[in-house]
């Protein structure tokens, strides 16, 4: 991932209902949340989670997919391991030693 892909992400997390969004479907795992359910955790209004949801959809953090009427919110963990991998690709020189397993690709950049 390169700087120009990453903004989105940075540009997405740096509002407080979207980091606590991702922050519930992160915890939730891959099998996601329906709108409603989310919304409920959040204490939002649907038109407001509509829209975080849209900046994380766009983002790359975050997919959708149909379940019959409801619409199931989860983390796009490839979105999200790119950021991650972005932020500490450099990290401590790769010294394990200091980073331990965060290291996840070492040859990234």
Known sequence: MEILEALPAFAALAQETRLE???VLAKTGPKGLSAGSLAGCL???APT???HLKELTRAGLIHSRKEGRS?????????????IDYLI??????DRRLCGPYIVNPNAG
Not at 71 to 83: K, S
Not at 89 to 94: E, I, K, P, S
């Open 89 to 94: 690709t450099d990290c401590c020189h790769g």
């Open 49 to 51: 989670l509509s829209f």
């Open 21 to 23: 969004t991702l922050s």
């Open 71 to 83: 619409v199931i919110y989860a983390v796009d963990y490839g979105g999200m391991r790119g950021l």
């Open 43 to 45: 204490g939002a209004s």
